[in-house]
């Protein structure tokens, strides 16, 4: 009998999984339909965000990542909500999150939020302004608060170039 393998994410890790479904869903067309790719970029898309914030709260301390930091280290409590997560940043370890990034991270979460436990509707612009935003706001707060280019994870491929040229929002991609 084979020897099962243990499968294991750390917040990095699993943020970076995420923001890789969300790219290959927005730079591949045979990935099933375009508004399924479109409501799943976000939904991976979010996850991202939320994850890398976490991860830079843990970096500052692994406590802080739990609502009630009395009951750290149980997994049976709940971690922060996406809002605290930001405000501890913000206050605790005095990271600069710019009131339009927080209205993004905002935004974000209420969409994913409809997607998943309601109904959603919006257009195919929008949703592609969505990804985007999310996207650029994961590459570059990975790159200035975590000191990791997430980006360079799709240029060992087509992925990357692919990604370009659809050019899913007009927002600013990272370079090279």
């Known amino acids: 009998m084979q020897k099962s393998r243990t499968i294991k994410f750390d917040l990095l890790t699993n943020a970076k999984d995420s923001i890789r479904q969300a790219v290959e869903l927005m730079a591949w067309k045979e990935i099933g339909t375009e508004h399924g790719r479109l409501k799943h970029a976000i939904t991976h898309a979010a996850h991202a965000v939320e994850l890398l914030l976490k991860e830079r709260l843990r970096r500052e301390n692994e406590a802080l990542l739990w609502e009630n930091v009395d009951k750290y280290p149980s997994l049976e409590a709940r971690t922060v909500s996406v809002d605290t997560a930001v405000s501890r ?32 509707e919006t257009t195919e612009g929008e949703a592609r302004l969505i990804v985007g935003n999310a996207l650029s706001l994961a590459f570059s707060f990975a790159q200035d608060h975590l000191g990791t280019d997430l980006s360079k994870d799709f240029k060992s491929d087509d992925t990357w170039r692919a990604l370009r040229v659809e050019r899913i929002c007009r927002c600013a991609w990272p370079s090279n």
């Open 89 to 120: 940043l913000r206050k605790i370890a005095k990271i600069d999150i710019t009131d339009g990034d927080v209205d993004i991270i905002r935004s974000l979460r209420r969409t994913r939020n409809a997607i998943e436990h309601y109904e959603w």
